[in-house]
Structures are given as structure tokens and as C-alpha cells.
């Protein structure tokens, strides 16, 4: 195929790359010619880069380079142009003028794609004479890495071109999904649920930024912590996601940006690449603060008493983990006077334990019962805590079992579900409520997300592991101890859990019940 590609900056020359390497012949073009040269010579130093690593053959490498065609004037002519893919700046008027342009000097039959990422593919699909023939190509940077294309038809997108554009992206070696037309389209959207859950916690002071990372990293395996994530991406970027996320969805609880954010903005605190963020960056940058030693009692005897929703197992299997790491675990209906009283919670704090129950409030603390990616233990105090009970709280927890290393022990204010379990059930709550919308389908949302976002599993599929009544629970717990309407739970996760279905089970709809073939 024929693409002319418009737009010579970052995206323009990685969607060039990617398509001149799998074979097509690219049209480069840009309103300032000297862009277009210099993409040319970027793309020409990626090829040879991939070449000196072994990644491609030279021959390969100048065949692509060959496909790739400069031109000095977007809007020349193009008979054999078969698709159109505008990679200009974010703004609404531009892109329609580049389309209405391009309509005039391309046959009806070429296929216009943008590449937005925040705008409505149907409003600037609207200004043209023929919007049918528009739809969205959202690709992420860098293209040739990041193997992830959104499709995104508008309203009045042609029914063939959707199916069209995903052989293309999936014939070029990138996996495509097809996704609504809404703000944020599926893989911003689903990300909300990470971010705006960690900014909640670093409002309440559970933890400091980096406490939250290591949870994130070491509990719930993510690559990157969600503090350092923004630091990367950039907070502006971040923050002006989520606000047109929260904007365009009418201020959807579940998408509720911090008040953290845009002080942090205007005073240029934007990341790494103003040298500070959430961390410092750069040669002059103070080393990252080192965790606290443990310094407790780890012979200190230990208490687990269950409560919450479907406690047993939980307190089980601490109860079970401590004594095999050679803890001293009471296994009395009450605590002794100088035990340590560990509470597995599960979408309620430590406090409400304590309370009801009438347990010892400066020796009583909750503990994650998560099961850890790596080897992290959380542990929540309340305000009534004695910090050298806590401290002795620590080191039990630090033990592990036939002498192997150590486990990490973060230190956390009590919140209902701690942590992982806030950040967890912010995640699948999110991109549940993407499924019930139909934004997308199930599997669509989880290759998106693993695949765009870099997230250990999907986020149905990792609801799934916990269980869909599990994850129910959660969602109700948190939702009842808080009274925050962000942790209401979704129809999705409530039906399944109900009906005993996955959470990655698309199930039957209305119309499966009137269309088909009767045996």
C-alpha cells in the first residue's frame, strides 16, 4: 500500500519507520520541509542502529529506506495514496483543515486515519465532505517499540475500514485493538486507574511516593511504580489526561483527579525531563533514600485474628507463613499481654478491627494478605499505635522461612485495604467499567493494557486471579468503609461474582438471544 504520512515529528517519523520496514511504500511529508529532512536522516540512523545490533540485514535496511519517499508539499497530488495517516499537533481546527486539504487532492478511495490522542475522532472527521472515510490510528511512542495500535472508528466511519486498518497495523507486526470513540480511547482510559488511585493515597499520607512505588513494584509486580511511571511520561502530560479523561466522562467519580496535581505543574515540577518531579534526576540528584533498617524484636509473639470478609483464609495463611519462617504464633482464642495482634484486612482498616472487636489498640496492626510478586510485606499502623510494638511488628514480618533472604516491610498508615488493594481494585474497577460500557471487549482491554502499559497481566485477567466474589468484596468493603462513590463496584465485577463468571467473560448479550440459526 501507498501511505502518506503528515507530520514530520516525533510520531510521524515512527509511524514512517514502522510502516517503510514492513514494506510499505511511505509518502513523508510535513508543512515545514526541513522536518521532513531531518525525520528522513532519523529514520536512516534507527535503521543503521538495527543494523549494527543484528536486529535487521543492511539489504533490508536500504529496501526500507528506498520505500521511504520525502515529499516538499503535503498536499501534491496522490493518485495511488491508499491510506492517509496525520500525525500533526493536538488541536482540533489544524487536523480538520490537513483532512479538508487532503480531500481535495486525494481520490475518495484512500482512507484517512489520525493519530490523536485526545481528541474525537468524530468531530474532526465532521469538518470533511465525506466523514465516513476517517477514522482513529492511535499509535504510542516510540512506534517501532511500543506494539500497540489503537483503532478508533467515529460515529460515521464506513463499517469496512475498522477491519481494514487492524489487518494493516497487525500485518506491519503490531497487535491492533478496536476501541470507541470516547476520551482517552481504552489505553489512557484504563491507566487512570493506577495513577489517580496513587495520587488518593499520597492525599490521605498513607505513604510517601517512593513507599507507593516499592508496593506497586514488589506486591503488585508492576515494572515501574506509579510515581516514577508520571515522572517519565511527564506530569503535565499526566495531568492534563486526567483532567480531559475526568472532563470528557462528566466527572465520573471513578476518574477523579487530585488536587496534588496542578501546583506540582505550574511550578514546573514536570519529571524527568525538567530534571524534577515526584524524584530528583540529573548527576547532581541526591541518591534515593534508603528504606530503615529493621531494629525490632522479631521473637516478639504474634497474635493473627481474623475478620472481614471471608477472613479465614487469610489469617491461615500468615499464621501459617510466620511459623514456618519460626515466629512465635499464639494459637489462642486471645491474644496474650505482650503479644503483637496482626490483622489481615481486606477492604477495611485496622482501626474498625479494633473497635469492634475491642482488640489492644497500641499492639494491634493490619497486614496486607496480598500475595507478594516479590518478596514485600505491608503493614499498617494506626494512629494509637506504640511505635516500638511497631517496630517489633516489622521485624516479625521481616522473617522468612528455611533461611532465605529477608522479606521488605513497608510501613503504612492504616486505610481501608492498605495499599496494593486500593491501587489493585482501582485498576479492575476501571477498566471494568470500560467492559460494561462496551468501550471494548474484554480481551481487546487486557492486550491493550499489557501491551501499552506494561502491566504484569491484564486487569480483567488479574481480577480473575483474586476471583471475581473476591474482588466483589473488596469493592463493597472499600466502598462501605470510605462512603467514597470511587470505589462503588461496577455492574461487571457484581454480575460475574453473582452469576459465577470470570471477569473476562464478555457473556451473552440481548442481541445473542435474537439473532443466529436455530438447530
Known sequence: MRIRIVGAGAMGRGIAQWAAVAGHTVELCDVRTEAVTEATGFVRSMLDRAVQKGRMSATDAAAALDRLVPLDDPWTEGPDVGLVIEAVREDLATKAEVFGRLEQVLPASAVF???????????????????????????????????IVEVVPGAATRPDIPPLLSDLVEGCGHRAVTVADTPGFLINHAGRGLVTEALALLEETVSDPAGIDRIARDVLG?????????????????AAVIDSIWDGFRHEDRLRPS??????????????????????????????????????????????FACGPAPDGDAAALREALAAAGATVESG???????????????????????????????????????????????????????????????????????????AVSVVRDTAGSVAQRLLASVVSVS????????????????????GLGYPVGPLAWGDRIGAARMLELHRALHATTGDPRHRPTRWVTERASLGLTLTDPGTSPADCVTGTTA
Open 222 to 238: 508492576l515494572r515501574m511504580g506509579p510515581f516514577e511511571l508520571m515522572d517519565l511520561t511527564g506530569l503535565d502530560v499526566t
Open 259 to 304: 488536587y496534588l496535581t496542578p501546583n506540582r505543574v505550574a511550578a514546573g515540577l514536570h519529571g524527568r525531563k525538567t530534571g524534577r518531579g515526584w524524584f530528583a534526576y540529573g548527576p547532581e540528584a541526591p541518591a534515593p533514600q534508603a528504606e530503615a533498617p529493621v531494629v525490632g524484636d522479631a521473637n516478639r509473639p504474634v497474635h493473627v
Open 333 to 407: 482464642p486471645e491474644p496474650s499481654g505482650e503479644a503483637l495482634v496482626l490483622v489481615p484486612v481486606w477492604g477495611t482498616t485496622v482501626a474498625s478491627a479494633v473497635a469492634a472487636h475491642r482488640l489492644p489498640a497500641g499492639r494491634t496492626f493490619g497486614v496486607d494478605p496480598l500475595p507478594a510478586a516479590g518478596r514485600r510485606r505491608v503493614l499498617a499502623v494506626t494512629p494509637a499505635a506504640e511505635p516500638a510494638a511497631a517496630r517489633d511488628a516489622r521485624a516479625v514480618l521481616a522473617r522468612a522461612a528455611d533461611g532465605g533472604a529477608p522479606f
Open 432 to 451: 471494568a467499567s470500560i467492559a460494561e460500557r462496551a468501550l471494548a471487549t474484554p480481551a481487546d482491554i487486557d492486550l491493550a493494557v499489557t501491551t
Open 113 to 147: 486515519a489520525t493519530n490523536t490522542s485526545s481528541l474525537s475522532v468524530t468531530r474532526i472527521a465532521a469538518a470533511l465532505k465525506d466523514p465516513a472515510r476517517l477514522a482513529g490510528l492511535h499509535f504510542f511512542n516510540p512506534v517501532p517499540l511500543m506494539r
